[in-house]
């Protein structure tokens, strides 16, 4: 049974940083963090393959950075100067053997996690 287990939220204040991971059951060759801020819908945050191709979302470019390991089977999410616009759940991802490239959009992933809370306050 697939399980992915995200860990390491937590409240922060603005200009903060926070590292969030997550733990596969098994490899999977794409993998991507997503987050659901309150009251609004799921978005893509980074995804990252194989082979160190990545994707990362303009609105954290520069600030986040996307990790894959793929003898661990972990994928971290390195978070900088956090703003309260950051407040969200934080969700795991994992996509199908057929995703090879790294993907922001949610239809492409087929396993998510339980998911983890980051709070960033002013």
């Known amino acids: 049974q697939v399980q992915l287990a995200e860990s390491g939220g937590a409240s922060v204040q603005a200009g903060g940083s926070l590292r969030i991971s997550c733990a596969a059951s098994?490899?999977?060759?794409?993998m991507g963090w997503f987050r659901q801020p309150p009251g609004k819908e799921r978005e893509g945050v980074a995804s990252?393959?194989?082979?160190?191709?990545?994707n990362t979302a303009d609105s954290v470019k520069g600030r986040f950075t996307i990790s894959k390991d793929n003898t661990k089977n972990t994928l971290d999410l390195q978070m900088h100067s956090l703003k309260p616009e950051d407040t969200a759940m934080y969700y795991c991802a994992a996509g199908p053997p057929t995703l090879t490239a790294p993907s922001l959009q949610h239809h492409a992933y087929m396993f998510w996690g339980q998911g983890t809370q980051v709070t960033v306050s002013s």
């Open positions: 990252s393959c194989k082979y160190g191709d990545s």
């Open positions: 098994s490899f999977f060759y794409c």
